[in-house]
């Protein structure tokens, strides 16, 4: 079997945790900050969990991650 090959934008965005799950950043945070609410702002700047649903793509992605 040869070695498979990791997906370098996945890598770039996504780490994985002690329990197997994936975080990720969110979106919406590079520019245009001026119009959004600090309160959203604040929300957005903070990791999340990829959604079960999503799970499975991204760690066919990331094989040794």
Same mark, same amino acid.
């Given at each position: 079997m040869p070695k498979l090959k990791t997906h370098s934008g996945a890598a770039k965005r996504f780490k994985k945790t002690g329990t197997g799950k994936f975080k990720r950043g969110q979106s #919406?945070?590079?520019?245009?900050? +001026?119009? #959004?609410?600090? #309160? +959203? #702002?604040?929300?957005l700047g903070k990791i999340v969990l990829v959604s079960v649903a999503d799970t499975p793509k991204v760690a066919r992605m990331l094989p040794y991650a």
């Open positions: #919406k945070m590079r520019h245009i900050l +001026t119009s #959004k609410a600090t #309160k +959203t #702002k604040s929300k």
